[in-house]
């Protein structure tokens, strides 16, 4: 088993390769800020810890085996709020990711990707679950790389989802030396294998 390694500290984001269209998605969790933030009307900070648990028991045991079980295409067509999110095509959206991002950054800069804006493509990708959470971050070949959580549908507004998350204040508190487990490093083959006790001896 390979040894727990601290990977909080900048990162560059992985080169882009060519899309295939036929290979189930890969969802790579290295760029995920796990943490919450405020940034004028967005927020994906969450109610209390029962609601984070179930939020984050809901993408670990059904939105990410939903989304490799699929290619982006077939993600696509079973779903048209999964797309891509262009800069040109989406200036509002793009501009407000960027800015949500930029934020992140500032605030916890060992956090940083470093070679995030320099893409050629200007683009980010936006996975929409069943449950209404958006997943945001960017498409490369066939992975998903996730950047962060859209918990309320604040990047694009939807008048319908009257959730009153202005006053959430609890998140996961960020520390510096933290030990990220990469999780592609062990199987889990059942649903309990994300629970504290085998993630505890996971760790040791």
């Given amino acids: 088993m390979k040894k727990p390694c601290n990977l909080i500290k ?70 048209k709020h999964c797309h891509i999110i262009e800069k040109d095509k989406n200036p509002s959206q793009y501009s407000l990711i960027k800015k949500i991002l930029e934020e992140y950054f500032k605030i916890y800069p060992k956090l940083e990707i470093k070679n995030l804006f320099d893409d050629e493509e200007q683009s980010f990708y936006q996975i929409a679950s069943q449950s209404g959470v958006r997943l945001i971050g960017k498409r490369v070949g066939n992975k998903f790389l996730l950047f962060f959580i859209d918990c309320y549908h604040l990047i694009y507004l939807d008048e319908n989802f009257t959730e009153d998350y202005k006053n959430y204040k609890h998140t996961i508190e960020y520390k510096e030396n933290i030990t990220i487990l990469k999780l592609d490093d062990f199987c889990f083959e059942q649903e309990e294998c994300l629970e504290c006790e085998v993630l505890e001896k996971i760790t040791k």
């Fill in 10 to 79: 900048a990162k560059n984001l992985v080169q882009a390769k060519p899309e295939l269209s036929n290979v189930k998605i890969k969802f790579i969790w290295e760029y995920f800020i796990f943490t919450s933030i405020h940034y004028k009307n967005f927020t994906n900070f969450f109610k209390n810890e029962e609601h984070y648990i179930n939020s984050m028991s809901n993408l670990y045991k059904k939105i990410v085996p939903w989304v490799e079980g699929l290619t982006f295409e077939e993600m696509e067509k079973e779903n």
